[in-house]
């Protein structure tokens, strides 16, 4: 569809310059326009991209933590949040969404980040345990589970845990999904 529309503006470009040879002003103007639109469109495409992958990765933090609520452990071999896109794009939204909904997804992604920070730590601290075991390297039991932490450590995890809210069906990702399902035409 965009191939159709470039080569639309090529021979819209064409056919001016054949009558501008004396106004040679009117082909910068037009070349100066469709650059300008391709760079519109590029810039809205990259907005849409963005805000699918951080519908993704709340999607995807929110099942670890709802899983976690179930079961009562994480895995410690994944993280909850294995990529941050929302730290990296956060000025592609910063006109479209308000404060409240911005506070809610930064809020989101920091907990999730600091979850894993503690899941992390945990693990080298198991895996630490394992490797110093005194029966000799590699004869520890290697944990991968939340499951049998000392009662502060999960009561910690479980504490962030608690303080992650739902954010997935919300105004703030109802507005992304916006961006996200976008058709080209709707994105100029």
Not at 36 to 55: E, G, M, P, T
Not at 67 to 76: I, T
Not at 123 to 136: L, M, T, V, W, Y
Request: hydrophobic share 40%; with cysteine.
């Amino acid at each position: 569809m965009i191939l159709a529309i470039l080569n639309a503006i090529d021979a819209t470009l064409v056919w001016l310059t054949s009558g501008v040879e004396n106004h040679p002003s009117l082909a910068v103007l037009c070349a100066g326009a469709f650059v300008f639109i391709v760079y519109l469109a590029q810039k809205s495409n990259d907005r849409s991209n963005a805000a699918k992958l951080i519908l993704q990765e709340i999607r995807y933090a929110e099942q670890k933590v709802q899983n976690f609520k179930g079961h009562g452990s994480y895995n410690l071999n994944e993280k909850v949040l294995p990529t941050n896109n929302w730290n990296n794009n956060i000025s592609l939204f910063v006109k479209e969404l308000g404060e409240t909904e911005i506070d809610q997804i930064s809020d989101f992604y920091s907990s999730a980040a600091r979850l894993d920070e503690v899941l992390k730590a945990v693990a080298d601290f198991r895996n630490k345990q394992a490797i110093e075991s005194p029966d000799g390297p590699g004869t520890g039991t290697i944990f991968t589970t939340t499951a049998d932490l000392p009662k502060t450590a999960g009561d910690l995890i479980k504490k962030i845990s608690e303080g992650i809210t739902t954010l997935y069906n919300t105004p703030a990702t109802s507005k992304l999904r916006q961006f996200a399902d976008r058709k080209w035409y709707q994105k100029l």
